[in-house]
């Protein structure tokens, strides 16, 4: 999740250098993005140690397919909004991938120890499995889609993604500086407006 930042930032360092405002972006009609909260938090919860070690961990593979199609459903509502459609492509993919995988997204052992995770490259060389996902492998299903690309080395913190991570990213940076930037239309009343009108006539 950390990994958007990378997108969010610039997204915002533009929105404000073309003189865009929070507040437009803020004021966009989104459909039901409390459920994308749910799914963040979700993912969060289910790929936590505590849970992941507790008599519900059975219940962490699915928990991260049903935020996966939680956030799905958010892009859907929300189609036509600038920058979603990509978005909500990048969801898809890596939704596909980790179904085809048992519910992990796959990733090289030899990528995570490059980005400075050891540990974790070594539990799933064992044929474990952890936050990451599960180990890239020959018999891995369609391993263009998983976490084959590596951030450089110039990345303060580096990660490995997918490219529906790309996607996200991409779709993520359009959506918000198209926000920031769109203003209401000219006119148009605040939540609450035309109910003070009524009432000072």
């Not at 459609?85 to 991938?97: M, R, T």
């Not at 490995?160 to 930037?181: E, N, Y």
Request: charged residues 10%; contains cysteine; neutral net charge.
């Amino acid at each position: 999740m950390f990994f958007f930042a990378y997108f969010i930032i610039p997204a915002l360092l533009i929105g404000f250098l073309l003189r865009g405002s929070l507040l437009n972006l803020a004021d966009k009609p989104f459909r039901c993005l409390w459920l994308a909260l749910i799914a963040v938090v979700l993912r969060f919860t289910v790929l936590s140690s505590a849970f992941v070690n507790s008599p519900l961990g059975y219940l962490s593979v699915p928990g991260q397919i049903l935020s996966f199609i939680l956030l799905l459903i958010v892009a859907l509502l929300n189609f036509s909004t600038p920058g979603m459609p990509i978005l909500g492509l990048g969801i898809l993919l890596n939704l596909v991938v980790m179904v085809a995988n048992g519910g992990y997204m796959p990733v090289s052992p030899d990528d995570l120890v490059e980005i400075g995770h050891p540990r974790q490259a070594e539990i799933l060389r064992a044929g474990g499995t952890d936050f990451y996902g599960i180990a890239l492998t020959e018999q891995t299903r369609l391993p263009f889609l998983a976490d084959i690309f590596v951030l450089p080395r110039f990345f303060p913190i580096r990660y490995v993604f997918s490219l529906g991570d790309a996607l996200i990213g991409i779709g993520l940076v359009i959506i918000i500086v198209w926000g920031m930037l769109t203003k209401p239309p000219a006119g148009s009343e605040p939540a609450g407006g035309s109910d003070k009108i009524i009432r000072e006539a």
